[in-house]
């Protein structure tokens, strides 16, 4: 399993960013993926998933902000980050989860850095 993420970079608070997850060595369609951040210091935290049929969940804190999608012809996962916060700082990983062994396969993550 391999998760490519990219698209992270430095942004002025209330700016944009796309993030991309490319997958392989998994059958795309049929899982869930998702995206967490870690900030210095802190634990790793859930960003938002979504589910094979399109269902989405989002952490409290991004709500009516983030968009999470899917494209699985192009087997890529995108989060979509509006009016971004300094406390939305942090590196952002990719991530799958084997719903059989429940391991979890994390990307190499991408900065996001908001400044104010």
């Known amino acids: 399993v391999q998760l490519q993420a990219s698209g992270g970079g430095l942004v002025q608070a209330g700016g944009s960013l796309r993030l991309s997850c490319a997958a392989s060595g998994i059958v795309f369609s049929s899982n869930t993926l998702g995206w967490y951040r870690q900030a210095p210091g802190n634990q790793r935290e859930l960003v938002a998933r979504?589910?094979?049929?399109?269902?989405?969940n989002y952490a409290d804190s991004v709500k009516g902000r983030f968009t999470i999608s899917r494209d699985n012809a192009r087997r890529t996962v995108y989060l979509q980050m509006n009016s971004l916060k300094p406390e939305d700082t942090a590196r952002y990983y990719c991530?799958?989860?084997?719903?059989?062994?429940?391991?979890?396969?994390w990307g190499q993550g991408t900065q996001v850095t908001v400044s104010s």
């Open positions: 991530n799958y989860a084997n719903p059989v062994t429940g391991y979890n396969y």
């Open positions: 979504i589910a094979s049929g399109g269902k989405t």
